[in-house]
Nanobody, 123 residues
Framework: QLRVVESGGGAVQTGESLRLSCVASGSRWPYSMAWFRQAPGKEREGVAASRSAAGEGYVADSVKGRFTISRDNAKSTIYLEMNNLKPEDTAVYYC?????????????????WGQGTQVTVSS
């Protein structure tokens, strides 16, 4: 089993930055790890994935150029650096982990999910 816990959410103004962290723990190794988000009344959306041990990342077009994903294997942690935040980035951000490398952002590929952390961006 694997447990993932997110942290770092909060309330910010438009244009500000936040860094989310996600720590994986348990008896299994976290291979691909990713961030998803869900805004009120909207479907869950894939944001960014860490696809390999070397840290190859994939970022959704909707946040490309503003969000960066990184990974620290020694800490079993991934980070989501979010810059130039916009009100439309307001959502609950979820971390997910899988038992395979090289995944993208299909939610059904990820077996382990955190409880989420709220990010609110006001104008």
């Amino acid at each position: 089993q694997l447990r993932v816990v997110e942290s770092g959410g909060g309330a910010v103004q438009t244009g500000e930055s936040l860094r989310l962290s996600c720590v994986a723990s348990g008896s299994r190794w976290p291979y691909s790890m990713a961030w998803f988000r869900q805004a009120p009344g909207k479907e869950r959306e894939g944001v960014a994935a860490s696809r390999s041990a070397a840290g190859e990342g994939y970022v959704a077009d909707s946040v490309k150029g503003r969000f960066t994903i990184s990974r620290d294997n020694a800490k079993s942690t991934i980070y989501l650096e979010m810059n130039n935040l916009k009100p439309e980035d307001t959502a609950v951000y979820y971390c997910a982990a899988a038992s395979k490398w090289w995944l993208y952002l299909r939610a059904s590929d990820y077996e382990y999910w955190g409880q989420g952390t709220q990010v609110t961006v006001s104008s």
